[in-house]
């Protein structure tokens, strides 16, 4: 059975490793990764995980890959990287050209022990990782602007410490939560996420990764 107070504790010494810093390195290549379940409420159950490698600027498609295993982790808010991360490993593995930065479809430094998986994933990875969420899990904040661009500072409510963005990436949508995993900084991973926009809500990495996953799905 896992272990959930084993696990918090090596978020805190996971936490420790965290290097937040100017991106200064150019982008090349920039990932996005998901992962999806076959039954995301079954406990074990086969997952799904897709890396997408993008050209940056130009957020031309260079490389996609997928892996599928078995997950035994069941879900709990503030330790999905445990569930997630085993097969997302797995699927970087195989990626011929690695990129430069990875955006994962969910949070890096804000989080309630410090460690979202786009944080947890690129210290394991020690590689540049941007966390960019659909929805709040910590901090306070208060709604940006209505226009594209338009952002606000999320703290950590303990402390007052900026954690990450509340982003405006399109005129009147919902905005996004942004903030860095690791070897990067909060500036950066706002201008990164803001920079791969198209015409859609989400930055494209990590929205043709959730796409790829779709047309996985339908194979089985």
Not at 18 to 40: E, M, Q, R, W, Y
Not at 104 to 133: E, K, N, S, T
Not at 200 to 217: D, G, M, Q, V
């Amino acid at each position: 059975m896992f272990d959930f107070k084993r696990a918090a504790y090596a978020q805190k010494i996971l936490r420790r490793q965290i290097k937040l810093c100017p991106f200064k390195k150019p982008v090349k290549l920039v990932g996005g990764c998901d992962l999806t379940f076959l039954n995301p409420f079954k406990t074990p159950t086969t997952g799904i995980a897709a890396f997408v490698i993008l050209r940056y600027p130009e957020l031309e498609i260079v490389e996609r890959v997928y892996a599928i295993g078995e997950v035994n982790i069941p879900y709990v808010p503030g330790f999905l990287a445990f569930r997630e991360i085993p097969l997302l490993l797995k699927t970087f593995r195989m990626i011929k050209e690695k990129p430069d930065v990875v955006i994962v479809d969910g949070h890096g430094i804000v989080h309630p022990r410090g460690l979202g998986i786009a944080a947890h994933l690129g210290v394991v990875l020690g590689v540049p990782a941007v966390g960019c969420a659909k929805k709040p899990l910590f901090g306070v904040f208060k709604f940006p602007g209505e226009k594209k661009g338009d952002f606000t500072y999320i703290y950590d409510k303990y402390s007052d410490k900026k954690l990450g963005v509340v982003l405006r990436t399109k005129d009147k949508v919902k905005p996004v939560y942004v903030s860095p995993g690791n070897l990067i900084d909060i500036e950066g991973a706002r201008n990164l996420v803001l920079s791969s926009i198209t015409k859609y809500r989400l930055p494209e990495p990590t929205r043709l990764a959730h796409n790829f996953l779709k047309e996985i799905r339908q194979k089985f």
